[in-house]
């Protein structure tokens, strides 16, 4: 597996706080599936130090969510207080799709192409 886009202490950076001991393997887990998934759409970006910061920033991104809320609740209730979160966002390390489309576009796969095909009259 190929190294991480960012690190746990990128991960401590981005929350303002030390992990927890116990925090530690769930961060470490959720920057490897962040990354593959961020490879996935993007380019393999095999160099985190080479990999453009929108790959970076998405991985922290999506950890962060992870962390915030591992357990991926949508909704909760205490009382008068109340909190729901859209369904639309994602849960666990899954990207969002405006996510997907800045890493397509890093990568230069985004958009629409017109290929010319000689046998209908195009141009080589």
């Known amino acids: 597996m190929a190294t991480p886009l960012a690190t746990t202490a990128d991960v401590e950076a981005r929350l303002g706080r030390a992990l927890d001991p116990d925090e530690v393997p769930v961060a470490e887990a959720a920057l490897k599936a962040a990354s593959a998934k961020v490879r996935f759409y993007g380019l393999p970006w095999p160099n985190p130090e080479t990999a453009p910061d929108i790959a970076t920033t998405t991985v922290l991104d999506v950890v962060e969510r992870k962390m915030r809320n591992p357990e991926g609740f949508r909704s909760e209730a205490e009382g008068g207080y109340q909190y729901a979160r859209p369904a639309s966002d994602p849960t666990g390390t899954d990207l969002k799709p405006s ?19 000689a046998s209908l009259g195009g141009e080589l």
């Open 99 to 117: 996510e997907i489309k800045m890493l397509q576009a890093a990568a230069g796969v985004s958009g629409l192409y017109s290929v010319p095909i």
